[in-house]
């Protein structure tokens, strides 16, 4: 029986319903400024996206639009002003920013409180510390929500997550492994010897790393979960538009998992909707 469909979008609209009871307790409206600099085309998308969910939530949103030439010196004096802003709680800085900027550097200036990304080291340090009360990188915690949203029983299972970035797969990890969700978690790089065998023997599989397709379907046991964190554009001639969007993981894998999220409609509209949760508790803390 193929595996029954991880819904990205229904989870995200589950969430979005209970955030906006959230927002019509908060003192004030929640408030969240995007920074984007240059023309990537993907990256424009993203924040339009962003945009129409703060629209939709009632959320207000500023937009700062920097031109690729813009310096270094330039964005960080605009994240030292949002920072010094009483009525802004969340600021996020799009990915990727031109290659002439350091982007780490950048990200260590927002105030941690108002790090809606989850990714300034404060606030992956409190991962570490158990402390998962506040802003996380909203991907995993993505993930996290789909994972409780579909009812998977996660406590003493083995999970395997491929991939080690700090914004995904070491994060998805500690959340894995924390108490309340207690699995046993190992964690596939490059330089793992036998990626395959490590997935064969986990009940949930989640795969981040940016290789489409990677994880075949006799990579997976039988009635396992599995993640598709990836989206990768790949080249296919049989579409209109010369490409399509591919997972991390083979559409194969269908015959064997129990439960498997689309690319596109899984963990993309969780990752937008996390963003959300997390601004709307920005929020909420900076007024308690």
């Known amino acids: ?158 999970a395997v997550v491929i991939g080690r970035s700090f914004n995904v797969g070491m994060p998805q990890a500690l959340l894995l492994a924390a108490r309340g969700a207690d699995s046993t978690v190992t964690i596939v790089h490059s330089k793992t010897v036998d990626a395959k065998a490590e997935c064969l023997g986990a009940d949930i599989v989640i795969a981040a790393v940016g290789r489409p397709e990677m994880v075949k379907q006799d990579w997976i046991k039988p009635g396992a979960v599995v993640i598709d964190v990836g989206i990768n554009r790949v080249d296919d001639d049989t579409r209109e538009r010369g490409w399509r969007l591919a997972g991390d993981v083979h559409p194969d894998v269908e015959q064997v998992a129990s439960l498997l999220s689309p690319v596109p409609g899984g963990v993309g509209p969780m990752t937008v909707a996390m963003l959300m949760a997390n601004t709307v508790t920005a929020a909420e803390a900076q007024h308690s």
């Open 1 to 158: 029986m193929p595996a029954k469909r991880l819904d990205g979008k229904s989870c995200a609209a589950d969430l979005e319903e209970r955030l906006k009871v959230r927002i019509s307790k908060c003192e004030s409206q929640p408030h969240l400024a995007v920074v984007i600099v240059g023309d990537d085309p993907a990256s424009h998308v993203y924040v339009k996206n962003k945009i129409l969910s703060c629209e939709r939530l009632g959320i207000k949103s500023t937009h700062i639009e920097l031109s690729a030439e813009t310096t270094q010196e330039e964005v960080a004096e605009t994240i030292v002003s949002l920072n010094n802003d009483p009525t802004l709680h969340g600021i996020l800085i799009q990915s990727p920013l031109p290659s002439h900027m350091d982007e780490e550097s950048l990200t260590d200036l927002i105030d941690p409180r108002k790090d809606v990304d989850g990714f300034h080291p404060t606030n992956l340090g409190r991962i570490v510390q158990g402390r998962l009360d506040g802003m996380i990188p909203c991907t995993p915690a993505g993930v996290m929500e789909m994972l409780r949203w579909a009812d998977v029983e996660m406590a003493g299972k083995k």
